[in-house]
């Protein structure tokens, strides 16, 4: 063979060893940052869900021990009355 041919295969053969591994490695890391940019906003839209939720739970749970004091008051207030009469 001559040397115009070996030359452009010899370039090829260097492009397809090392520049091909190395688009595809970058290809799949870019890939892969891609995809925990998309898990990352989808655990911190759950984790937003949960706090919401969580706070709200709270509030009822205060409205709920409100309420139990003011039937306890209540009560107590019945049952004071109740002594009374008889």
Do not use: C
């Amino acid at each position: 063979m001559n040397e115009e041919v070996i030359l452009p295969i010899g370039g090829m053969i260097f492009i397809l060893v090392l520049l091909v591994p190395l688009a595809v490695v970058l290809a799949w890391q870019g890939f892969r940052t891609y995809q925990i940019k998309i898990t990352s906003k989808a655990e911190i839209a759950r984790d937003e869900a949960y706090r919401k939720l969580a706070e709200e739970a709270v509030a009822v749970q205060r409205k709920i021990s409100d309420d139990l004091a003011d039937l306890r008051a209540r009560v107590a207030s019945i049952e004071k009355m109740l002594r009374e009469i008889e």
